[in-house]
């Protein structure tokens, strides 16, 4: 066997992959909010992009330079009060933000009867109650804390515990809802027994053991377990919880025009990019600059790259909007229950590009159509096989077993047994475990504590 070093030649192909396809394949990744972000940041920091105004934005821009020269001739008369005028006067110029829970509760404390070390301690409690208002320290670490006494931490929690929202600053379930009945006038001594004593089996719709254990009537246990549903378990949860609210910005807009669906990409809420003028001009003039003209080269690239990948990104998402609209119309005609099963491999196959593509072009995308706003994986999802061999979505399968569950008698509410046979009879092939588990994923209870009395 010969052992030795050679030079040979070999030619192979793989795939390179470069910063420019890998900003493609971000910002075709990117959900609307972080496109518009990555753009923004974009803007500041290649000079030789800019954002191209609209006709709105260009009038906007006149109206001010109007605005401007008129305060400048008139700006020795005195400001008038003029409420008719609807220019002086936008939404804009009023900011809203909305109180928390805790800003809630200082300002009743603020004008209670409360005073120095008590007050103190109001203004403790409140701080350590969560967002959805439960007291988050006991009162003997609220004692050692403000050092006072646990008999005055007592005072003050039962009188902060009669502020609005009713059932705050309460310790436990348990204490929320006795002091919301309370409240109310309703707490009687067979209600304040099942909610100290019985509450778990309350929650597992055992009303008959707990009629025959407190000697009432079943439909008496009824009647209070209707009457707790309607207390608030949170009661802070009404309130801001400092956090920014999120928006959905569609991507895809879907209408049905002389019965059919025409699919439109939203440009509303993106910028649209453009070479600037102005350092065209100037890397025209400056060739003779070799440092000047290589950077302004590079920016010239990377914003037209930019550009041509926001609008390849346009194209991908409204293929495979356009994909989904078409195999799915049924959707779209006669609601949920007529979804369809479908995989990344058919749109795939059908619009020309890679599961992977597909993929990227659905996650965090939201489509509105005449339907409402969904995200386009909803439309996405396995199932099971009807009659005709075509595929059940198991988004449909659920709207069906909804259904039939919000079809049922109260006192005789179907088994999950009773739903297989139920669905079969619909031409829907499905096991009794497959039902449990839809059901179970819609938050839907068992037939044994879906019973009513």
Request: glycine residues 8%.
């Given at each position: 066997m010969k052992l030795g070093y050679e030079l040979t030649i070999e030619q192979t192909q793989k795939l390179s992959m470069t910063p420019e396809l890998i900003q493609a394949i971000q910002i075709l990744q990117?959900?609307?909010?972080?496109?518009?972000?990555?753009?923004?940041?974009?803007?500041?920091?290649?000079?030789?992009?800019?954002?191209?105004?609209?006709?709105?934005?260009?009038?906007?821009?006149?109206?001010?330079?109007?605005?401007?020269?008129?305060?400048?001739e008139e700006s020795f008369r005195q400001w008038e009060y003029r409420p008719d005028d609807d220019d002086d006067y936008t939404y804009e110029q009023y900011v809203y933000?909305?109180?928390?829970?805790?800003?809630?509760?200082?300002?009743?404390?603020?004008?209670?009867?409360?005073?120095?070390?008590?007050?103190?301690?109001?203004?403790?409690?409140?701080?350590?109650?969560?967002?959805?208002?439960?007291?988050?320290?006991?009162?003997?670490e609220i004692s050692k804390a403000v050092g006072a006494d646990i008999d005055t931490v007592e005072e003050v929690l039962n009188f902060i515990q009669t502020f609005d929202p009713c059932g705050v600053a309460a310790r436990n379930l348990r204490e929320c809802l006795i002091i919301q009945f309370a409240a109310k006038g309703l707490l009687t001594d067979e209600i304040e027994y099942i909610i100290e004593n019985m509450l778990e089996e309350l929650a597992d719709n055992k009303i008959a053991y707990i009629a025959k254990t407190i000697g009432i009537k079943n439909q008496e246990?009824?009647?209070?377990?209707?009457?707790?549903?309607?207390?608030?378990?949170?009661?802070?949860?009404?309130?801001?919880?400092?956090?920014?609210?999120?928006?959905?910005?569609?991507?895809?807009?879907?209408?049905?025009?002389n019965d059919e669906y025409q699919v439109m990409n939203n440009d509303t809420s993106m910028p649209k990019l453009m070479v600037s003028s102005y350092y065209n001009k100037l890397s025209a003039e400056a060739k003779q600059d070799e440092e000047l003209n290589k950077y302004l080269t590079d920016r010239f690239n990377a914003a037209v790259w930019l550009i041509k990948s926001i609008e390849q990104r346009k194209q991908t998402i409204y293929n495979v909007a356009s994909a989904v609209v078409?195999?799915?119309?049924?959707?779209?005609?006669?609601?949920?229950k007529s979804l369809k099963t479908l995989t990344l491999k058919q749109i795939a196959e059908?619009?020309?590009?890679?599961?992977?593509?597909?993929?990227?072009?659905?996650?965090?995308?939201?489509?509105?159509?005449?339907?409402?706003?969904?995200?386009?994986?909803?439309?996405?999802?396995?199932?099971?096989?009807?009659?005709?061999?075509?595929g059940v979505s198991s988004n449909s399968v659920k709207s069906i077993i909804k259904e039939i569950i919000a079809g049922e008698n109260p006192q005789k509410p179907y088994s999950d047994q009773d739903m297989v046979e139920i669905l079969k009879n619909k031409g829907i092939d499905i096991s009794r475990r497959t039902v449990a588990k839809y059901r179970e994923g819609m938050n839907i209870l068992s037939s044994s504590k879906r019973r009513r009395f």
């Open positions: 990117f959900n609307n909010q972080e496109l518009s972000d990555y753009v923004q940041n974009e803007l500041l920091e290649n000079p030789v992009l800019e954002a191209e105004k609209s006709y709105d934005a260009q009038e906007v821009d006149i109206r001010e330079k109007i605005r401007e020269a008129d305060y400048e933000e909305e109180d928390t829970l805790t800003d809630y509760l200082m300002s009743q404390l603020q004008f209670s009867r409360l005073t120095g070390q008590m007050a103190t301690i109001g203004r403790y409690i409140i701080e350590v109650i969560d967002d959805n208002g439960y007291l988050t320290m006991s009162v003997e246990v009824q009647q209070i377990a209707d009457l707790i549903k309607t207390m608030e378990p949170k009661p802070g949860r009404v309130f801001s919880s400092g956090e920014a609210t999120g928006y959905v910005v569609p991507d895809i807009i879907v209408e049905k025009v078409k195999y799915q119309q049924d959707f779209f005609d006669n609601g949920e059908d619009v020309g590009v890679h599961e992977s593509t597909v993929s990227r072009s659905i996650n965090g995308k939201y489509m509105q159509s005449p339907r409402g706003v969904f995200e386009l994986k909803y439309f996405f999802s396995s199932g099971v096989s009807g009659e005709d061999g075509t």
